[in-house]
């Protein structure tokens, strides 16, 4: 996850006032995508987890950000 201004290429989605984008290629590849706000013991942040949490290892699995 990055801070970004909208470009021509990004989805763009409104969930509960925050914006999102993403690339429109890259989402095609990934949706559906979630996006979690986690607190743990290990700290918090944000969880992201799409179709390609499914198909890659490593980070791409459950990635907090």
């Known amino acids: ?5 909208p470009q021509e290429t990004d989805q763009i989605f409104n969930e509960k006032g925050i ?3 993403i ?4 989402y095609e590849e ?7 706000f986690v607190q743990s013991a290990m700290g918090e942040g944000f969880k992201l987890e ?5 198909k890659q ?3 791409g699995t459950s990635c907090s950000c």
């Open 1 to 5: 996850m990055a801070l970004d201004e």
């Open 19 to 21: 914006k999102f984008l």
């Open 23 to 26: 690339n429109k290629d890259l």
């Open 30 to 36: 990934a949706k559906p995508i979630s996006v979690e």
């Open 50 to 54: 799409s179709e390609l949490s499914r």
């Open 57 to 59: 290892s490593g980070c």
